[in-house]
């Protein structure tokens, strides 16, 4: 079993943020500067063909610690961020590239669900090696309450077969932006932890009707769909539940038992809900919905 090896910490207003390895996987993990040790820990996912260190995931990731004393972990995905990639993931790349300028919809979707689905599958055990030695920290524990908070996209991809088999999470933040396939289905069936669920309603690739089944086959007894127009890498989400994780986790120092377990945002913060950063690609992305 591996164990946490901080690689670097840089303190910003209120944040301490560290980069780690745990085995060969990089993250990054956000904390307040002070504040109650076992607080609750966010896992939080990237999109396709970016890192763990976009500004948009780090925008949400400092919101979170600093709106509600959470602590927020991020990992590059297999053959993203840091890491290196494998000739699968070169090969899946140029293949999405040749589908998408050759206007091949149909080939662009099967390049892209075999692709998504290896890198699930690569990235799920990663997740949970990272947690087991997350939780090796003093300042972690066992008994901090654990969240998926997204985002959509590859986030979503990643974290819905994560959360069927992880039952150190209990609840979690999915949402649209990618090519729904059935084992997702079936994984879907199997969690029951409450879910807030975003939907890019105009999305270039993908039919609204595969994110819509891919809610419904959710087994939880609370969740919810929040949807707004646009598509996956450009919308800018209104209207979302901003307390859904705190109320389900408990804030910083509490259990989510506790009558007041979270305090709303203060009213001069906008927070800032997950997304699929699309529209922060670099030259090394891939143009792929997921």
């Known amino acids: 079993m591996h164990s946490v090896r901080f690689t670097g910490e840089t303190p910003s207003n209120g944040v301490v943020e560290r980069d780690f390895i745990v085995g060969e ?3 990054v993990l956000w904390s307040p500067v002070s504040g109650p040790d076992h607080a609750p820990l966010v896992l939080m996912g990237h999109g396709g063909g970016l890192h763990k260190k976009t500004p948009a995931l ?3 990731a400092h919101d979170t610690v600093t709106t509600w004393g959470f602590t927020v972990v991020a990992i590059d995905a297999p053959g993203h961020g840091d890491r290196p990639r494998t000739e699968e993931d070169e090969r899946a790349r140029a293949e999405l590239r040749q589908a998408r300028a050759a206007g091949d919809t ?3 979707e099967s390049v892209s669900v075999r692709y998504v689905t290896s890198l699930a599958e690569r990235a799920v055990p990663e997740w949970r090696a990272t947690l ?6 003093p300042e972690i524990g066992a008994e901090a309450p654990i969240g998926y908070g997204g985002g959509i996209s590859l986030g979503t991809a990643i974290g819905v077969p994560l959360t069927a ?3 150190r999470i209990t609840a979690a933040i999915f949402g ?3 090519f729904v396939y059935e084992a997702l289905i079936e994984a879907a069936r199997r969690i029951t932890v409450p879910i807030q669920f975003l939907l890019p309603w105009d999305d270039e690739y ?4 595969s994110a819509l089944a891919l809610f ?3 087994a939880s007894k609370e969740k919810t769909l929040h949807a707004n127009p646009g598509d996956h890498r450009n919308v800018r989400w209104i209207g979302l539940d901003t307390e859904f994780l705190a109320r389900h986790l408990g804030r910083a120092g509490t259990s989510p038992a506790c009558p007041d377990r979270y305090r709303r945002p203060p009213p001069h913060r906008t927070p800032v809900p997950p997304s699929h950063e699309g529209h922060l690609r670099t030259g090394r992305s891939w143009s792929a919905p997921g």
């Open 25 to 27: 996987v990089p993250g």
């Open 58 to 60: 780090m925008s949400r």
């Open 106 to 108: 149909e080939g662009f």
């Open 132 to 137: 087991d030695a997350l939780q090796k920290l």
């Open 165 to 167: 088999i992880e039952p």
């Open 176 to 178: 649209g932006g990618f």
């Open 206 to 209: 993908v039919d609204r009707q």
């Open 216 to 218: 419904d086959a959710f």
